[in-house]
Antibody, heavy 122, light 109 residues
Framework: EVQLVESGGVVVQPGGSLRLSCAAS????????MHWVRQAPGKGLEWVSL????????YYADSVKGRFTISRDNSKNSLYLQMNSLRAEDTALYYC???????????????WGQGTLVTVSS | QSALTQPASVSGSPGQSITISCTGT?????????VSWYQQHPGKAPKLMIY???NRPSGVSNRFSGSKSGNTASLTISGLQAEDEADYYC?????????FGTGTKVTVL
């Protein structure tokens, strides 16, 4: 069974930093690109970032570019999101999701983890 | 990266069919056949319902179908059931990034 488990969400002050993790199992992790998607409380989904299967290519939403860094460790089947200069508007449930395969096929999000909550507040 | 436009709410009686629209631009929905749809029940993670405009993943009911015309994609739920009451989001690939729709709350009357 494919499983994604996020962790690392906490309450952090504005301007602070945080690193989220996503542990993957049940599939060949290094065959797939991986996404981060967030959802502010009571709001819709917002795509955050994508990393290629080998970590060689990364992509970001304009809202986080220059502040967030996506990375992965294929030896540990793990995905990460380093979040710096956090703002109140970054408060959200952060999901990781499996993305396109090695060949670039699969421009959808499936499956999703259960999410980890990041709260930016003083 | 503006969100795709969806109606805020759609409702229907059990057994009826409803359609949710998802309007973008020629840079996203209209430019690629990479539209997907997600169902999200309260407190749960989103679930993939349709990918590549009209394909259903294994295990998803054939009551769910997708289509696209120009810059607008649509999700149709036929034979509406109580368990279909949820939030629905569309998504599209758009030149090295992705965009989600504003979300639609489906209510079964």
């Amino acid at each position: 069974e494919v499983q994604l488990v996020e962790s690392g969400g906490v309450v952090v002050q504005p301007g602070g930093s945080l690193r989220l993790s996503c542990a993957a199992s049940g599939f060949t992790f290094d065959d797939y690109a991986m996404h981060w998607v967030r959802q502010a409380p009571g709001k819709g989904l917002e795509w955050v970032s994508l990393i290629s299967w080998d970590g060689g290519s990364t992509y970001y939403a304009d809202s986080v570019k220059g502040r967030f860094t996506i990375s992965r460790d294929n030896s540990k089947n793990s995905l990460y999101l380093q979040m710096n200069s956090l703002r109140a508007e970054d408060t959200a449930l952060y999901y990781c999701a499996k993305g396109p395969n090695y060949y670039g096929s699969g421009n959808w999000f499936d499956p999703w983890g259960q999410g980890t909550l990041v709260t930016v507040s003083s | 990266q503006s969100a795709l436009t969806q109606p805020a709410s759609v409702s229907g009686s059990p057994g009826q069919s409803i359609t949710i629209s998802c309007t973008g631009t020629s840079s996203d929905v209209g430019g690629y056949n990479y539209v997907s749809w997600y169902q999200q029940h309260p407190g749960k993670a989103p679930k993939l319902m349709i990918y590549d405009v009209s394909n259903r993943p294994s295990g998803v009911s054939n009551r769910f179908s997708g289509s696209k015309s120009g810059n607008t994609a649509s999700l149709t739920i036929s034979g509406l059931q109580a368990e279909d009451e949820a939030d629905y989001y569309c998504s599209s690939y758009t030149s090295s990034s992705y965009v989600f729709g504003t979300g639609t709350k489906v209510t079964v009357l």
